[in-house]
T-cell receptor, first 111, second 116 residues
Framework: DQQVKQNSPSLSVQEGRISILNCDYTNSMFDYFLWYKKYPAEGPTFLISISSIKDKNEDGRFTVFLNKSAKHLSLHIVPSQPGDSAVYFCAALTSYDKVIFGPGTSLSVIP | NAGVTQTPKFQVLKTGQSMTLQCAQDMNHEYMSWYRQDPGMGLRLIHYSVGAGITDQGEVPNGYNVSRSTTEDFPLRLLSAAPSQTSVYFC???????????????FGEGSWLTVV
């Protein structure tokens, strides 16, 4: 049973609009979350993270929101650009620095 | 700056063969790990290491061995390859960020393995 879920396998957004990628988790003990971006034939690259002591973290066009009571986080990309087209993985940090990844959401930004 | 280097990038194996995926990092990171990526499954942890001489099992360790004799290297061995091990493998290293409660993971570029 997946502990980190990304229920949308894919998402298409017009260039310039907002992209919202959602992630749900089941373990209330998770207290640190990360988003990774992956292009084809490359390794994932770190995008943004959030600690459970916060409910929002911003980095340029990227903002992550955390709702602990709902065990839900979301990644907002504003404005979306064609270069943002990639697979986005939500991940939760467990003990001993083990990270559990969600299945990913493939984002397509249409020019 | 090399970061995390994985070799080989592509490999085809016959069922029952053994092989080693090499991983090296030059960032002096304590933590290293191996993941496999399969469609619809995301990245799943195979084995990890919190320092030289210390390894432990992740979520899907069966059929794989690891060792960590140095800080830099963390090879993944397939003992007797099976078609179910056809996957993309990612090595990663990470460090504890003193400014946050978590860490940042750096991934290699991946190794595409096909077992026939």
């Amino acid at each position: 049973d997946q502990q980190v879920k990304q229920n949308s396998p894919s998402l298409s957004v017009q260039e310039g609009r907002i992209s919202i990628l959602n992630c749900d988790y089941t373990n209330s003990m998770f207290d640190y979350f990360l988003w990774y971006k992956k292009y084809p034939a490359e390794g994932p690259t770190f995008l943004i993270s959030i600690s459970s002591i916060k409910d929002k973290n911003e980095d340029g066009r990227f903002t992550v929101f955390l709702n602990k009571s709902a065990k839900h986080l979301s990644l907002h990309i504003v404005p979306s650009q064609p270069g943002d087209s990639a697979v986005y993985f939500c991940a939760a940090l467990t003990s001993y620095d083990k990270v559990i990844f969600g299945p990913g959401t493939s984002l397509s930004v249409i020019p | 700056n090399a970061g995390v280097t994985q070799t080989p990038k592509f490999q085809v194996l016959k069922t029952g063969q053994s092989m080693t995926l090499q991983c090296a990092q030059d960032m002096n990171h304590e933590y290293m790990s191996w993941y496999r990526q399969d469609p619809g499954m995301g990245l799943r942890l195979i084995h990890y290491s919190v320092g030289a001489g210390i390894t432990d099992q992740g979520e899907v360790p069966n059929g794989y061995n690891v060792s960590r004799s140095t800080t830099e290297d963390f090879p993944l061995r397939l003992l007797s390859a099976a078609p179910s091990q056809t996957s993309v493998y990612f090595c990663a290293s990470s460090y504890q960020d003193p400014d946050s409660s978590g860490n940042t993971i750096y991934f290699g570029e991946g190794s595409w393995l096909t077992v026939v």
